[in-house]
């Protein structure tokens, strides 16, 4: 009870000292005509018909809580995917079934009125009126949590949603976010980090999705056993389109993370599949993560080289030379005769070089890597040095050239001194007899190109650099991928991210006459073929063409949405068009093909539902009858979807779908009824009530008391 006293308190407590007052003057002046009992009852009436004035006066509140049951919707996520199958809880217990036995145990009866939903998950989603009724089910698929807060929402709606609690081990390949939603997420997990069990997993590790014909590409496999006292032999293999590439007998130790190395290379385009697998260790909790399989998708290579030499020196005529030799290459070549003079050469050189360096960067935007042939002192004016930081920034790639007019002095503030991944030196051209060394710690198909170019050559003495250009320091954040073994080690070929490309310091100008002289001219081509692969654009969207799905592992009869950008090289646009094919797997005649429709910025599609199976979806843009660009994309349709192989349930695989720091165990019941008892009290609804307004009750009983003292008085004589 609260009072909202209607005249201040001074004048309340003044009027309860008057009333005191008049109260007994009135009871020690009695009446002679009045005997004492009826003067006393009249004395109680008048007190209590003042006492009655002064609660209403003092106006009391009372607040009432009315729950809204309507928007108190409790709803529990279960996780049933594969990945629940583990069995690293003690005495062997699967993740599923604990989770199903949490569900089933907690009674959470402070919330026995509020309305309750129960669902299981993976790929697709069921409802469940009882706890029990999860005994049955079995872990097999993968997990789809946003498809599962989408059928809460169909079925219930998200704004009578309360809370979602998520009784799961935290493996999600949907990318659900738990910021996307207003409502608290609570996550309950289930699972270890698998240290404590025996098990082999392969573990994660980088993989592109798309590789250029003929490129090589090195995976780092990374193997992890664990909680096996005694080292264990396990056979690994790699199969590239189910034919064996990498067969090994490994030796492992518990703790110890071993790194397979395994080069791959495919000269066909089209998609293909990378399948990694292990054989199973006796009493593994787990055979999901032993085997990982990858899509491919390999692509014409596209190399659209540009070298630009603001002076003309030795370095030139080799590139010329080399990336001439192929018809179908596009190479082009520019160097300044005089001041406002220059000279183009090359493959089918482009048009925008003809007045030298474009003046705008997007210009250069289907150029995938650009040769500086010199760029010391005022080489380079500062509009091209600020043309060339842009290009870098949005996606290009730079390659600096060695020589005497190289890796020396640099305008101040100028934004070379930004680019460059080494701190450069005065005079850096040094001559002498260097060794290229590959870093130990380099392991793409640039560093095991020269490996194989050394191997080549053998220990020839002339296998040497005549020259290399010396720097102060080798800038933070870049790295070092080749190294100059001389009187002391140098730096060789270091690169460094920049903005959305890279810039390569390549600190010899001598690779033309590297090795005896009948094996220069190839070491020259090899090197410069790998250099120029491990120097084009890495960012997809720089492609002509560019290709999305919604899903790219589907049920059987789910459609999908093909949506593509593509751009002409020309910058024709308006000529495009965009076609896709869906071919079965080991099949050339296509399942169905679509003309893609022009929509504004992009080109968009949707294909029907198909049988169980794996299909490649090939889409070109082309001009007229000519193809410009295909890209390649696998589509799995199966019954039951694949799940993700890391196994581990770690806490901070949580965090990104759920609402709050804290991560409950299912031995936290009771913490977890109280959070839920927060999140409904949300929605009670207060309401304060005014009783002398809403109720004639305190007026009626002061009109009966006044009434009664009126009509005694009358009965005694008194009027």
């Keep these: 009870m609260t009072f909202y006293p209607l005249i201040p308190l001074w004048m309340l407590l003044l009027l309860l000292t008057l009333v005191a007052v008049a109260t007994v003057t009135a009871f020690r002046h009695r009446n002679p005509a009045v005997a004492a009992w009826q003067h006393r009852l009249l004395v109680a009436l008048r007190v209590a018909s003042l006492t009655l004035a002064l609660v209403m006066l003092l106006c009391p509140g009372q607040t009432t809580e009315e729950r809204n049951l309507e928007k108190s919707h409790l709803v529990f996520l279960l996780d049933r995917s594969a990945s629940m199958g583990t069995r690293d809880l003690p005495h062997g217990e699967q993740r599923l079934a604990r989770a199903a036995a949490f569900l089933r145990d907690t009674p959470l009866r ?86 404590e069990v025996q098990d082999l997993g392969i573990e994660s590790f980088a993989c592109p999705d798309t590789l250029s014909e003929g490129e090589t590409l090195t995976l780092a496999v990374p193997l992890l056993l664990n909680g096996y006292p005694t080292e264990q032999r396990v056979a690994f293999r790699v199969l590239a389109d189910d034919v064996p590439i990498h067969t090994a007998t490994l030796t492992l130790a518990s703790g110890r ?12 385009t089209g998609i293909h599949t990378l399948r990694i697998e292990c054989d199973a260790v006796p009493g593994e909790v787990t055979l999901l993560n032993n085997r990982r399989e990858l899509a491919l998708e390999v692509v014409t290579a596209r190399h659209e080289l540009a070298a630009y030499f603001p002076l003309l020196n030795t370095s030139f005529r080799p590139l010329l030379r080399e990336f001439t030799k192929d018809e179908s290459s596009t190479f082009t070549a520019v160097y300044r005769v005089s001041e406002d003079t220059y000279r183009l050469q090359g493959r089918k050189p482009a048009p925008v070089f003809q007045n030298g360096l474009p003046t705008r960067a997007e210009a250069l935007k289907n ?23 842009q290009y870098v920034n949005q996606g290009g790639s730079l390659i ?115 090795g005896l002289p009948a094996r220069r001219e190839e070491n020259y081509g090899r090197f410069w073929r790998q250099l120029s692969a491990f120097a084009s654009r890495a960012a997809d969207e720089a492609d002509l063409l560019t290709v999305t799905v919604d899903k790219r592992e589907l049920a059987a009869g789910e459609g999908v949405t093909v949506s593509a950008r593509a751009r002409h090289p020309d910058g024709n646009d308006a000529a495009l068009s965009v076609k896709a094919d869906l071919f079965a797997a080991g099949r050339d005649v296509p399942e169905l093909s679509r003309t893609l429709d022009r929509r504004t910025g992009h080109f968009s599609t949707d294909l029907p539902g198909q049988k169980p199976g794996q299909y490649v979806l090939r889409v070109t843009s082309q001009d007229g009858e000519t193809v410009l660009r295909t890209r390649y994309v696998l589509l799995r349709v199966e019954d039951v979807q694949s799940e993700h192989t890391v196994l581990r349930s770690e806490r901070e695989r949580f965090l990104g779908f759920s609402s709050e720091r804290h991560v409950f165990s299912p031995t936290e019941a009771a913490a977890l009824e109280e959070r839920l008892v927060d999140a409904v009290r949300k929605n009670v609804i207060q309401r304060e009530r005014f009783l002398i307004y809403e109720t004639p009750l305190f007026f009626l009983a002061l009109v009966a008391l006044l009434l009664t003292e009126w009509f005694l008085r009358r009965r005694f004589n008194l009027f």
């Design 257 to 268: 993370l071993h790194t397979e190395t395994v080069p791959v290379t495919f000269t066909a």
């Design 400 to 514: 600096c050239l060695a020589g005497s007019d190289s890796f020396g002095r640099l305008p101040p503030g100028s934004p070379l001194q930004r680019l460059l991944p080494v701190v450069t030196l005065e005079n850096s051209l040094t001559e002498g007899a260097f060794r290229v060394v590959p870093d130990p710690a380099a392991r793409g198909a640039l560093a095991d190109q020269v490996r194989a170019i050394i191997a080549d050559n053998g220990d020839a003495a002339a296998f040497t650099l005549s020259g290399i250009n010396l720097v102060k320091a080798v800038k933070a954040g870049a790295r070092v991928e080749l190294w100059a073994d001389g009187p002391s080690r140098q730096p060789l070929l270091v690169w460094q991210p920049y903005g959305r490309g890279k810039v390569i310091a390549l600190l010899s100008n001598a690779f033309h006459l590297w």
């Design 110 to 195: 402070r919330l026995a009125d509020y309305p309750r939903a129960l669902y299981a998950f993976n790929h697709r989603v069921e409802r469940f009126e009882q706890p029990d009724d999860l005994t049955r089910l079995h872990p097999e698929g993968g997990t789809d949590l946003r498809q599962a807060v989408d059928r809460v929402d169909k079925d219930i709606g998200l704004a009578r949603v309360s809370a979602l609690v998520l009784v799961s081990d935290g493996i999600d390949h949907s990318d659900f976010k738990g910021s996307d939603l207003t409502l608290p997420i609570l996550s309950v997990q289930v699972g270890t980090d698998l240290a």
């Design 367 to 389: 150029v995938t890597g650009l040769i500086l042939g010199a760029h010391n002192g005022d080489l380079l004016s500062p509009a091209e040095a600020l043309v060339l930081e």
